[in-house]
Nanobody, 123 residues
Framework: QVQLVESGGGLVQAGGSLRLSCAAS??????????MGWYRQAPGKQRELVAA???????DYADSVKGRFTISRDNAKNTVYLQMNGLKPEDTAVYYC???????????????WGQGTQVTVSS
């Protein structure tokens, strides 16, 4: 199996920056890690996609974070990053790392989630 470990959350003032990291570990050698991304869930709201990045580097962003957040990945380290600049109070949420991986031997696709990291933006 694959485990995702997130880091980088915290408390920041509006306009500030944070960088989230998510490293995949465990039996990663059994898988081709495809899409890597970040979701977030604020209290009382549904979980929503923040940003995603494909194996070729194609990126997708929620409209609300375009121009402020940047997603990147280091395939050698099986790690995905989310650089968050110009943070706003409405960005306050628990941020979850997410990957889609295909097992080499079976070609089955698996989805893995991190445990979540809290981001709080004060006004």
């Amino acid at each position: 199996q694959v485990q995702l470990v997130e880091s980088g959350g915290g408390l920041v003032q509006a306009g500030g920056s944070l960088r989230l990291s998510c490293a995949a570990s465990g039996s990663t050698f059994r898988f081709s890690i495809n899409t890597m991304g970040w979701y977030r869930q604020a209290p009382g709201k549904q979980r929503e996609l923040v940003a995603a990045i494909g194996t070729g580097g194609s990126m997708d962003y929620a409209d609300s974070v375009k121009g402020r957040f940047t997603i990147s990945r280091d395939n050698a380290k099986n790690t995905v990053y989310l650089q968050m600049n110009g943070l706003k109070p409405e960005d306050t949420a628990v941020y979850y790392c997410h990957i889609r991986a295909r097992e080499y031997i079976s070609s089955s696709e698996y989805v893995y989630w991190g445990q979540g990291t809290q981001v709080t933006v004060s006004s």
